[in-house]
């Protein structure tokens, strides 16, 4: 398994923006990113492969988050965040190669990092 370092979260006002960074000490099929509202399960927020294609995006984010990177780091993009954007943010990553629905759930992936707090205030 990967070890997985993620920086980048704090605290900003509704339509603010922030950029998280997460960098794997090894090599990557899918990296992704997830999160945990209070109260609530891990949902997928994005991923992409390892070469950088192939992004795939949550409805409720699109629009407003890109993700970037290639096998062994990931950048989320969050623009005009909202307060239902606050959560622990988690990257996660497959050495093996995902497809859907799969590549949308936490099981697929077997590296994580500690998680990120992003906190957005009306």
């Known amino acids: 398994q990967a070890q997985l370092l993620e920086s980048g979260g704090g605290s900003v006002q509704a339509g603010g923006s922030l950029r998280l960074s997460c960098t794997a000490s090894?090599?990557?099929?899918?990296m992704a990113w997830f999160r945990r509202a209070p109260g609530k399960e891990r949902e997928f927020v994005a991923n992409m492969r390892g070469d950088g294609s192939g992004p795939e995006y949550a409805s409720s984010i699109r629009g407003r988050f890109t993700i970037s990177g290639n096998n062994a780091r990931s950048t989320l993009q969050m623009n005009n965040l909202k307060p239902e954007d606050t959560a622990l943010y988690y990257c996660?990553?497959?050495?093996?190669?995902?497809?859907?629905?799969?590549?949308?759930?936490?099981?697929?992936?077997?590296?994580w990092g500690q998680g990120t707090q992003v906190t957005v205030s009306s």
């Open positions: 090894g090599h990557a099929a899918v």
């Open positions: 996660a990553a497959s050495a093996s190669p995902l497809i859907a629905p799969l590549m949308w759930s936490t099981g697929a992936y077997e590296s």
